[in-house]
């Protein structure tokens, strides 16, 4: 998929006996290694390919195998149907059917590195932002999460996005960030465990999402963006420019589907519009000072 530059047709979706979705329990990465290491792999793999399918790409892929210490002959042919796989899969919710192999190099940007300024922050503050706009996701159920953070910074906050993209159809600029968390089903012995997008359901990536504090990463990428697009993008307005962020779980996206009822996220990815109180809150409340 990734050498063809093709969109591969798109599968129907399988359902049982009582007409509910099911999903494969096994990928293509399922057995990639684990760990930093291999998702910095990953990470690079992502940065490297070319999107629509070309001759290096398979360069690209054995040199950082190479360099992770992984062997080519046993990991190229999966990669290459794992990250085609992710390239085809339709992102759903307000990005409808787009598919990242669709987004040319003019629409994207790979690691946007950023410094943010911080007068002074500290947890109270933060459990603020997130209280608005209760009707967006990650409100008051990360909330508890955030409250046991000990937070007391100042100075700059540096970072980088793994991607920033422009959405085709509105115009609208996104965040997304490649993550490589295995959720699935171990097994005892020599028996591999199981890893596939039935395991990637919005639940499951959810409770991944509150652990680790991607809300909060999302958050403070969403400024950085929103900094970055209002000192760029002549007449920026964030309702009409900013679009919101996507969380790509690689080793469940599905590849090329067709698209569920009313373009619901299928599993693999969280997908959100920008909760714009929020963002504005927390860019005023990173460059404000206390009393």
């Known amino acids: 998929q990734l050498e063809s530059g093709r969109d591969p047709e798109p599968e129907p979706l399988e359902t049982n006996v009582d007409g509910e ?3 494969s329990d096994t990928g293509p990465l399922a057995d990639f290694p ?6 910095d792999c990953l990470h ?16 690209a892929l054995e040199a950082e195998l190479r360099r992770t210490g992984l062997d080519p002959d046993l990991w190229i042919d999966r990669l290459r149907d794992g990250l085609g796989q992710v390239l085809a899969t339709p992102l759903g919710g307000p990005l409808d059917s787009l598919a990242l192999r669709q987004l040319s190099p003019e629409r994207r940007l790979h690691e946007l590195s950023f410094d943010l300024p911080v007068s002074h922050m500290v947890t109270s503050r ?4 997130f209280r608005r706009e209760p009707e967006s996701r990650f409100g008051e159920d990360y909330i508890p999460h955030l409250e046991q953070l000990a937070i007391n910074s100042r100075g700059f906050l540096t970072g980088s996005i793994d991607l920033v993209f422009q959405d085709p159809q509105h115009q609208r600029w996104w ?4 993550k490589s968390n295995w959720i699935g089903e171990r097994r005892t012995g020599a028996e591999p465990g199981l890893c596939g997008p039935h395991h990637y359901s919005q639940e499951a990536m959810e409770e991944q999402m509150l652990h680790h504090h991607y809300p909060l990463q999302a958050h403070l990428y969403l400024v950085a963006l929103h900094r970055h697009l209002r000192w760029r993008l002549p007449d920026y307005d964030p309702e ?7 969380y790509c779980f690689l080793r469940g996206m599905p590849g090329a589907v067709i698209a569920s009822p009313e373009n619901a996220v299928g599993p693999g990815r969280i997908v959100e519009p920008v909760p714009l109180n929020r963002i504005a809150a927390l860019d005023r409340a990173l460059g404000e000072v206390p009393a």
């Open 21 to 23: 979705t099911t999903w």
């Open 34 to 39: 684990r760990g930093p290491g291999p998702g």
């Open 44 to 59: 690079r793999m992502l940065e490297r390919i070319s999107f629509q399918g070309d001759s290096s790409d398979a360069e």
């Open 126 to 129: 933060l459990v603020e932002v």
């Open 175 to 178: 965040v997304l960030d490649w």
């Open 240 to 246: 009409q420019h900013l679009g919101g962020y996507v």
